[in-house]
């Protein structure tokens, strides 16, 4: 019975551990959103990968990897999410997707309040660093949440489709399969509400810009996908003690 309780205990630890930094990555990567834009890394293009590279996505001969800095938190998400799905079954994945939504909106409301009252002069360290981040996180967080919300849907159900579709078996296909199409979704979903609503850069001035920004930012989270398979593979099994799968396939067949 202590035995048993103890497990019960674990479990829920990870649960609220995968939870905790599912929503921190979220609520980070709304807060600082657009406020910034970086470059991961820009390349000379050969002659014979710029025949091959549209004019679109690069500058004469160089491309340029930019990304908006909330981008790096956010496919963190996915993983979290995944790695919910896995062990603890759909339904507490979407449970934290709409938890995540809900803290979205309670951080919006809380900044909102901070914004109405009014400012105590010659008391306040950073009066227009504070209006400035609540100027790009409204537009940031509610573009966010639809998109959002949408593409980790998306996600969840595409994870069991594929689970389910193959007995439980093939890891690697459902994780991938799942997050880089969602992810797709949510790379063109909040930056298309973003440019229609003005809230990206002077610069980001036609649906061509826009194009180039959203294939960067699915690029990157494409290739993190890819990266996150073998964390994805190493956290389930290190984790196989918890295994709570309501679904009823065994996580640890031989594949």
Do not use: C
């Not at 491309?63 to 993983?79: E, K, N």
Request: glycine share 8%; charged share 15%; hydrophobic share 50%.
């Amino acid at each position: 019975m202590e035995e048993r309780k103890t497990s019960l205990a674990k479990r829920d630890a990870l649960f609220l551990s995968l939870a905790g930094v599912f929503l921190t990555a979220l609520v980070l990567g709304n807060v600082i959103g657009t406020t910034k834009f970086v470059t991961l890394f820009s390349i000379h293009l050969p002659d014979w990968l710029k025949s091959l590279t549209p004019s679109l996505v690069r500058n004469e001969d160089i491309y340029i990897m930019s990304i908006p800095v909330g981008l790096i938190a956010y496919p963190i998400t996915f993983l979290a999410t995944d790695l919910i799905s896995e062990l603890f079954g759909r339904k507490k994945a979407q449970l934290v997707v709409w938890i995540g939504f809900g803290m979205n909106v309670f951080m919006l409301f809380l900044m909102s309040v901070g914004h109405w009252l009014p400012n105590t002069g010659g008391v306040s360290g950073g009066i227009q660093l504070f209006e400035g981040v609540y100027e790009f996180m409204v537009g940031n967080t509610i573009a966010s949440m639809i998109a959002y919300l949408t593409a980790q849907t998306v996600d969840v159900r595409l994870f069991h489709f594929w689970k389910n579709l193959t007995g439980g078996k093939h890891l690697w296909l459902r994780n991938n399969a799942s997050t880089m199409f969602s992810q797709l979704v949510d790379s063109t979903a909040i930056l298309t509400i973003l440019y229609l609503a003005g809230n990206l850069g002077d610069n980001v001035n036609s649906v061509a810009t826009l194009i180039i920004l959203i294939i960067n930012s699915y690029l990157f989270k494409f290739f993190f996908a890819l990266f996150d398979t073998p964390l994805f593979y190493l956290g389930v099994r290190f984790l196989k003690h918890y295994d709570e799968d309501p679904s009823g396939h065994s996580l640890y067949e031989s594949e």
